[in-house]
């Protein structure tokens, strides 16, 4: 444990940047939002909630089918370019390589790789204890 508390230390302090300016780390905020990108407000399961990341490789011209997710999902755009449609918004969005996405709760949407090269998503989602995310339409 005592080899472990200056690590633990150097961590905490990262985050109020005095570790990160003091070792020559850069920190570059990607986003900060409360809000999804249709405009929700990001809420989070409450008790035991279950955290997975996926990466996502989404060739050219592919198409991701309607679908909705029942809990908060996060998605960071690695590579590529990836417009999504929210039906239930009536609203587009393109997102490109460096883009973040805070993704619509309980809404129908669907998304399209527009571009010539694969999307690569790194993609997070948060669900009370069951991984499942995505609720295809039928």
Known sequence: M?????????IAAMGTGIAAEAHGVVVAPVISTDHTWTGQPI??????????????DIPAGALLPEHKHPYPRYGYVIAGTLQVTSTTMSKTAEFKAGDFIAESVGQWHHAVNPGTEET??????VTPDDPKNTIFEH
């Open 43 to 56: 809420t989070l399961p409450q008790n035991h909630p279950w955290i997975t990341v996926s990466t996502y």
């Open 120 to 125: 690569r998503l790194l993609v997070i989602d």
């Open 2 to 10: 005592k080899k472990l508390l200056p690590t633990l230390k150097i």
